[in-house]
């Protein structure tokens, strides 16, 4: 079963887990949506060897389904609700997959320095969270009045991550993501009656662009960490597989307000990474979640 006709929207798919999971939907054959802030609006990192937004929309295209690029800034509300407004004109109030995954603060040094919480400056929990939890519940405002209102049913995936159940990173990171699969559960429970299923996925470690990069940098403390990780790490499209089986289950409302880890996805619905590697179930992280 392909997913063409259905139309997704990926936020924050310049790069990394977004980028991977806009191309394995587009490989399905959707229509998407990538989001991303201008090139001159980069406020951290702007390296010109990594994907861009617009190289992303390309290949989506030329991966079988139909690429679309849109400058957002996700920290401005009426930059998404047009975003949103563009979807539904462009496709008679139509929206399917909605995969919130923009995360600012991946490209901050700060984020891997393992401080303790009131190390960092006030502003850092911003950082972390207003371009990730409060981005990812506006884009889930506008569209599930989409999904609502054209009455077909959809899903919702937010990429979350095991900070949400045990300390990784730092204190503000942990909050976002516990929140992020808070806010699964209870926006579950309002958008099953419309058939709207919401699901949190777990990657595990993941070979992104900004890992990679970290990894070679061997002026950075953390860059063993990041040597140690990529050994057996997923891809970027590896979380991509799992979004298209979501999206492709009859019974995804089974699944719905529920977190998964990817490589359970994997296990169950008998998916390979793209490098045909059969990556073994995060048992941590499925006693965690208690699946």
Known sequence: MSLKGKVAVVTGASRGIGRGIALQLGQAGAKVYVTGREPKNK????????????????????????????????????????????????????????????????????????????????????????????????ASVFAARLFVKHGQGGLIVNVSSVGAKRYYLNAPYGVGKAGLDRMTADTAIDLQPHNVAVVSIWPGPVRTEMVIKKADDDTLEFAATFKKGLV??????????????????????D??????????LGKEYGFKDIDDQELPVNQEFVELLKL
């Open 255 to 264: 699944k719905t307000g529920k977190a998964f880890p990817t490589s359970f």
């Open 232 to 253: 057996a790490a997923e891809t970027p499209e590896y979380p991509g597989k799992a979004v298209v089986a979501l999206a492709k289950d009859p019974k995804i409302l």
């Open 43 to 138: 406020i951290i990192i702007n390296d010109p060897k990594f994907p861009t937004l617009v190289q992303t929309a390309q290949e989506i295209t030329k991966r079988g389904g139909q690429g679309i690029h849109v400058y957002t800034d996700h920290t401005n509300d009426d930059q998404v609700k047009a975003l949103f407004d563009q979807i539904s004109a462009e496709n008679k109030g139509k929206l399917n997959i909605l995969v919130n995954n923009a995360f600012a603060a991946i490209e901050s040094d700060e984020l891997y320095q393992f401080k303790k919480f009131w190390e960092y400056e006030p502003g850092f929990y911003d950082l972390l969270n207003n371009v990730g939890l409060r981005g990812h519940y506006v």
